[in-house]
């Protein structure tokens, strides 16, 4: 019985429980939860991630849109460019002035932008869900006005970093900007960056440029109906704006002085005594010279200048008196219905004059720098520079007689023909076909070569009609390469501003290049003749004159550049419409004229009564064929600054103009009645004979 008694009770096997008894017991560690507890997980979950993902946003906004750029005015501030004489060339950009800082305004000013704009300022987080709720409410039942929801903050991050379309997705980043903004600054200073960047309508940006703008004082001494004028003005500022809706602006203002009473900033007492505000307008004259200049130097100097508060004077390189002169000489000029341009530059490319046109109200169109046009013959410069670059000299022959190439026949202006003639004389009679031999002869790619080292940028012909300037060019451009022979260094790149500082490296990149001294000295010849005894004589000043006239096909331009006394000058003329000119006008008439008044009194040059125009058929150089008159056969003479040239087969006879007109020194004068000396010019290869 004892070993019963010690044998182990037998363990009955459980029956299979059923889920209602197996859950009875007390709950396992591993139950599952309920649905109200997955939903509750679910949602922290959500919630966490929203969250996380809300701190990556802040965290990329910080890298995105850094708060530094709440500190910069939202619009390009106001730049007064000056002459290199200190006057007022033009004024360019919105009115902006200083920011300022809430502690030392008075509390009705940000309160008056508060009451209209965001009574909640101070106890929301950037979005203020009661605000939009109550504007959803209020456009919903209006009678066609609306309300915005957006807060100061909302309206800080959408004026500093967003767009001003209104899509969902700008709204939800103009919310997350806001969050932003004021996680990382405090109200105050979300305030002062507010009020130092909207816009209150004139062209002016920022509280403090408003106050001086409409009322002639600092905002630190704004009044009630002041302050409450400026804060109606941003529901429209442009359409609001005093200046030109006064009472439009009052009504405004008397709302705002209202909801400042609903939000218990000033009494209905106060309210009622208060005196309507009164504007003292200061408007800056708005300066005429230089307009076009102006607008073609602006971004430079916003370069220049950066992106700051309050307005900036950039010194630029343009000289007041010589500017009034050019648009004197384009206002007096003959001109018709035809448009014009001038540009003028030292051989540096410091820009002292610019005439993008005769009216810059009528048209802002910056001929000078954005039309481009043919230059006509003025572009023979590269063409008889790449041919001095391949050894040829200004008394080298060329042939000045019909040529055809191809399908290709260029013609000289008139139709005549002077046969064998000297590089000089080709260039001073601005012979289009000597033009097209010579490229012919040195290649289109080498006279390319010429007008690119020269700073010519524009798209060129790479046929031999590149000889007679049917690649369109800018103004300024053919100005440019004419410095460059002014300075005898290349390239010279026009500049409204004065240069920088260079570092070394930046000096030695920048290095210009300088002609050979034969080079220069030939090319200045060439230019000598056509200015002074060529198709430009009526642009030769008393001192020294180089340049070179251009006109193109049915004479739809008409062009002289050339320069003198340090100056170097461009004139076109023509129409915008590219119809000719009436009379067959050419770069030898109105526009020499023009480049001629305009340059004496710009270097200081006495200037006559210039001679009558003259054209290609018609030279003052005299190259005259003479042949049928003196029985010579092949004969020519020609008349340019280094004197006479008589040509008579391959035989030529130079007469230096400034021989010594009497004996030499030491030799007995003449007795009266003797007979000037004859000259005695080679035999005619025809009969042999000489002729005196």
Known sequence: MTEAMNDPLPTPEPDALSPREFGAGPPSAFAQPGPWKRRVQIGGWVVAALLALMMIIIAWL??????????????????????????????????????????????HVPQAFMAIEDRRFYSHWGVDPRGIARAAWHNLWSDGSSQGGSTITQQLAKGVFLSADRTFGRKAREALIAFWLEAWLTKDQIMERYLSNVYFGD?????????????????????????????????????????????????????????????????????????????????????????????????????????????????????????????????????????????????????????????????????????????????KLFVYLAAFRAGMTPDDFIEDTPITTGTYRPANHGGKYRGRITLRQAFAASSNVAAVRLTQKVGVDNVIKVARDLGVTAPLTEDLSLA????????????????????????????????????????????????????????????????????????????????????????????????????????????????????????????????????????????????????????VNAIANVASEAGLGNMSVGLDTQGVTVNIGNGQLRLPIDQPQGPPPGAPAPQPGTPPPRIIVPADPATGEQRP
């Open 468 to 619: 007679l300037g049917t690649s369109e060019i800018p103004l300024v451009e053919l100005t440019e390469a004419y410095a460059a022979v002014a300075a005898g260094a290349y390239p010279v790149l026009a500049h409204g501003l004065p240069p920088e500082e260079q570092s070394w490296f930046g000096r030695l990149m920048s290095r210009q290049k300088h002609f050979s001294d034969d080079q220069l000295a030939m090319i200045r010849d060439l230019l000598s003749s056509a200015a002074n005894r060529g198709t430009g004589s009526a642009a030769a000043l008393r001192t020294s004159t180089f340049g070179k006239t251009g006109t193109t096909q049915d004479s739809r331009d008409a062009i002289f550049v050339g320069y003198a006394g340090g100056l170097v000058t461009a004139v076109w003329i023509g129409n915008d419409d590219n119809t000719p000119l009436p009379g067959g006008a050419a770069g030898g008439g109105v526009p020499a004229r023009i480049w001629r008044n305009f340059m004496g009194s710009a270097i200081n040059e006495p200037v006559e009564d210039a001679p009558e125009e003259t054209k290609d058929s018609d030279l």
């Open 203 to 379: 062209n002016v940006y920022g509280l403090r440029a408003a106050s001086l703008h409409y009322f002639n004082r600092q905002p630190e001494r704004l009044t009630i109906p002041q302050a409450a004028m400026l804060a109606g003005l941003l529901k429209a500022p442009s359409r609001l704006a005093p200046t030109s809706n006064l009472k439009g602006a009052q009504e405004r203002a008397a709302l705002v002085t209202q909801a400042m009473v609903e939000a218990g900033y000033i009494t209905k007492a106060q309210r009622n005594a208060l005196p309507p505000a009164r504007l003292n307008v200061q408007e800056a004259p708005d300066p005429t010279s230089g307009t076009y200049f102006a607008d073609w130097v602006l971004p430079q100097a916003r370069d220049r200048a950066g992106t700051v508060y309050g307005a900036q004077n950039v010194a630029t390189t343009l000289d007041w008196r010589i500017q009034r002169l050019a648009e004197a000489a384009i206002r007096h000029a003959p001109l018709g219905k035809a448009q014009a341009a001038l540009v003028a530059m030292k051989p540096d490319g410091s820009v002292v004059a610019m005439v993008g046109g005769r009216n810059y109200g009528e048209s802002a169109f910056n001929r000078a720098v954005q039309a481009k046009r043919q230059p006509g013959s003025t572009f």
């Open 62 to 107: 910080a890298v995105t849109a850094p708060l530094s750029r709440s500190l910069k005015p939202i619009a390009p501030p106001s730049i007064s460019l000056m002459s290199a004489d200190g006057h007022l060339i033009a004024r360019r950009g919105a009115i902006i002035d200083k920011p300022v800082t809430v502690a030392a305004l008075p509390k």
